[in-house]
């Protein structure tokens, strides 16, 4: 009697080993799928501004800006790489400035003209004019989630973040 006791706790215990392998049974879980934004960039006299019609609620934005095409890429020092927490702002020796600008709420301005070791963070850009709108492509990232489908890209050349951390939806 003892020995089969032992034998039917073995067999209990390992009926509730996980394997890890699908067993084709639903477990109700389903991928997350996350609200598309509708963003809208103006470029001011001033400042450069963002706005986010459709924001996920609980969403924790960061957007950035990359100048990734036209009078930069034939330039002898080569492209300016952008403020975007991703690949930052490329300087000639070496070095590299990471810039996030998160968005508070629904929205983001950034004033012109900051020099590169000068840029704050959700309040100043390197850009100085409006002339750099047809130049520059644009990330918007849910900071919230590190899965795919929670950052979005627009702009000029989207492929610019095409080895981001997570995969984009391109809009």
Known sequence: MKNTLLLVSAVSMLACVDTGKETGEDTGTAPIEY????????????????DIADA???????WGIAENTGGCLESEW?????????RGFDLSDGG????????????AS???GAAPDAVTEGSSTVFGDATFSTVTTHILDN???????SCWV?????????????????M
């Not at 509708?38 to 501004?49: A, E, I, Q």
């Not at 080569?78 to 991703?86: I, L, M, S």
């Not at 590299?96 to 629904?106: F, I």
């Open 56 to 62: 996920e609620t609980g969403a924790a934005y960061n």
């Open 110 to 112: 950034l004033a012109y």
């Open 154 to 170: 627009w702009g000029a050349d989207t492929s610019h973040y095409a080895n981001y951390s997570k995969t984009c939806n391109e």
């Open 96 to 107: 590299n400035y990471l810039y996030c600008h998160p968005v508070t709420g629904s929205s």
């Open 35 to 50: 609200v598309q934004p509708t963003p809208s960039v103006t470029w001011g006299d001033s400042s450069v501004s963002l």
């Open 78 to 86: 080569g492209c300016w790489t952008g403020e975007d927490c991703h």
């Open 143 to 149: 900071t919230v989630s590190a899965e795919a489908g």
